[in-house]
């Protein structure tokens, strides 16, 4: 696959490019580092490592995460995943934090990505919208991150597990913040276990299985049971879910990659590019190709 020449994809390292699992920036200092390079904008990029943005204020702009736009105009979280497509173009240097860790990082740390993924447990692919906090909220986030830095900046040898544990109580700090905190009840008692393995499969196999019915047999529940709980629960259909999935890949690649439309029909399971083809214009108001050149243009 040959990577657009003006999109990139990032790697987590420090400041040396020497490889890490997790790094803290002030979101002031990356701003200031853009405008010395005489960067004037943010480009759609991607990373291999999660992203926690939090941001006390930002007067004008806009964060856009897999193609949506989100503004920037009061103190919120910001989560990007990885693989996800976003570009933050803040009209002024905002005051907040980038928090950059890898999966790797909460694995040796003990945090489970369940954890994190209840944050959009109930949200469908590429709806990632920014979790608004109050002034206490963001103060509590603010000191745990202060702590952060603290010890990311330091020599204690035990500092990483200092990290770990600082990252998990953030998160669940934004768990009970933000408005998943009726949430959580329900989420821990298992009762939602069949979106969670359902949006599992759909990260495994969505490339394979475009069809209600092949997740339904592999959760053994019925198509139109699965449909209906999942309807219930967020508001769309299990297809919906699906084929957002389906709509996202394809934009991220036609983003990323220069894959003709025979080639990505093809890449993402679809018998006939006349297909796909008709698919994508229907989800997104324009052909593969007429969306590649728009995005690009953008960029």
Known sequence: MQAHNQIKTF????????????????????YEQMEANQELTDHPHRHD?????VVEKALGGVHIID???????EAAVHFVYPG??????????????????????????GISEE?????????????????????HQLSTLF????????YHQGDNYFRYEALGALLKLFIINISGACTLSHLN??????????????????????????????????????????????????GKSAKDYIQDKLVIEAKRLLLFSDLSSKEL????????PSHFNSFFKKHSGLSPIAFRKTVRNMA
Do not use: C, W
């Open 185 to 234: 009840s329900e989420y821990e008692s298992g009762s939602n276990q069949l979106i969670r393995d359902f949006k599992k499969l759909i990260r495994i196999k969505y490339k394979s299985s475009h069809k209600v019915q092949h997740y339904a047999s592999e959760l053994s529940v019925s198509s139109d049971y699965l449909n209906r709980f999942v309807k219930e629960k967020t």
């Open 11 to 30: 790697q987590l390292t420090r400041p040396n490019g020497e490889a890490t699992d997790f790094v803290i920036k002030s979101t002031a200092d990356i």
């Open 265 to 272: 029909a093809f890449e993402l399971g679809f018998e006939e």
């Open 115 to 135: 954890l994190i993924d209840r944050v959009y447990l109930y949200n469908s692919y590429g709806d990632s919208p920014p979790m608004p906090v109050n002034e």
């Open 49 to 53: 490592y999660y992203t926690i943005i």
């Open 143 to 150: 000191g745990i991150i202060e702590q952060m830095n603290n």
């Open 84 to 109: 996800q497509v976003h570009q933050f173009l803040s009209q002024s240097k905002p005051n907040g934090y980038v928090l950059n860790f890898s999966s790797t990082f909460l694995m040796k740390n």
């Open 67 to 73: 193609f949506k736009e989100y503004p920037l105009n």
